[in-house]
């Protein structure tokens, strides 16, 4: 099986299990699972465009809120999702060492919105922002705003 619906099936499952463990949650399990399919949407666009690995941009992207999936809690969500996303692609059994090591430092550092990272960890930041912008999301933060404002003048 291609392994973005792959790991996308086992992110719905993950949804289903936490929303029992922890029913009060910063945002709905309904934006989890959206976000979770137009996030690989749209980071697959965007790594095809920048020569990257899009199988693997895509699953970074379709993981990258693992840690509020897990807590319900917004704050460090990205930090919070670091170790539990290594145990889930372990667990998963389709990626390598390295690949797991790739996506678990972009959910890392994805809320760091002002800082530039690897590609698959800038795709994961921009196909954020613009999931959330086309939502209908407001962008709290500047550096939000302004990675939108870069990405769609790209
Ligand atoms: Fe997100």
Redesign the pocket.
Known sequence: MNRLIGLQSLMLEEIEKHVKLVPQRDEPAEWERV?IAS?AAIGHILAEKRGVDAELAACACAA??YG?IVTGKQEDHAQAGYEPVKELLKRDGRFTDEEIEIIAIAVKN?SKKSEIGSPIEEIVKDA?VL??YQHGYELPREEQKKRLKTMLSE
Request: net charge negative; hydrophobic share 10%; glycine share 0%.
């Open positions: 976000h996030c990258h809120d509020r994805h954020d999931d959330m």
